[in-house]
């Protein structure tokens, strides 16, 4: 359905808090000050403050040594974020709280209890989960309506889509102006007419993901030669084409074709392989350990944070483009 990008009643959240400094509320407090708005971020341990407050200046660097952000030096963006350690204090004069607090219902619950006993009763409460059914999470508000899902991808602060998801009692004008926001500070949102477990993109990568494993553990090919297979041939093609736009290019009927041939041989298992059991098993759990799939020990986590963000980074100008060009054919069509 069309959105109103102002809200039902025409105002677009312009002060945000956002609860939780941890990876990604820091990621979505910077990607909010780099977008203009002020933000207040809050946690309860000044420790975890302070790595947000080193993190997000080195993020407002990177992002306008990148030319994402062209109307801000670091500082104009650092200066937009306040630092507290009192929810009060965070969500007193909010439009727009964003939830980032561990993926814990009890911790969830106990955070909206507080946040809507001090904040604004217009505000809008957007939560970050990615794993949480909005239904066991809304019951704690006397105003469920005010109350919507919005997630965030990691990198917070360069990934450029949010998910916006509707729960059994969110209102149309909630939705319309968590999208208001995300849109004024640069963000894409997709709406989500309803709530299921993954929402659209945790889906779809999952899905990829046990068809990965299941040619790797069939030994059809090394893990090296199926990430090169993803990442030069339909990967490649993905920010320009997505899915279902690529399928219109290709022909429905050559797709449905090649469905009828190969969805029997796909694998669909309901339980991890047993190759990522063993890999768990023994420690190996990725960047973090130092090993998983591939030996990263030779360098720093910190070191590969940095060139991942750079790297994706330098593909946000193609996803606009694709974007724009997309954008600019559905006009012209209706002209």
Known sequence: MDRDPGGADGSTPSTIAVIGAGTMGRGIAAATAAGGLPVALFDVEESALESAREWIADAAARLVDAGV??????????ERVGYVTSIADAVADADLVVEAVPEDRGIKVETYERIERH??????????TSSLPLADLEGAFEEAGRFCGAHWFHPAHVVPVVEVVYGESTTDATVDRTCAYLEAIGKDPVVLERDLPGFIANRMQLALNREAWALVEAGVASAEDVDRAVKGSFGFRLPVLGVLEKDDHAGLDVHHKVMEEL???????????????????AGRLGVKSGRGVYDWSAVSEADLSTLRDDRLLELLEVYETARDVREDLETAGDV
């Open 263 to 281: 969805l029997p041989d796909i694998d669909r298992r309901t339980e991890p392989p047993a190759v990522l059991e063993e890999l768990v098993e």
């Open 119 to 128: 904040a604004p009763t217009e505000a809008v409460v957007a939560t970050n």
């Open 69 to 78: 952000v062209a109307a801000d030096g670091p500082a104009a963006i650092t």
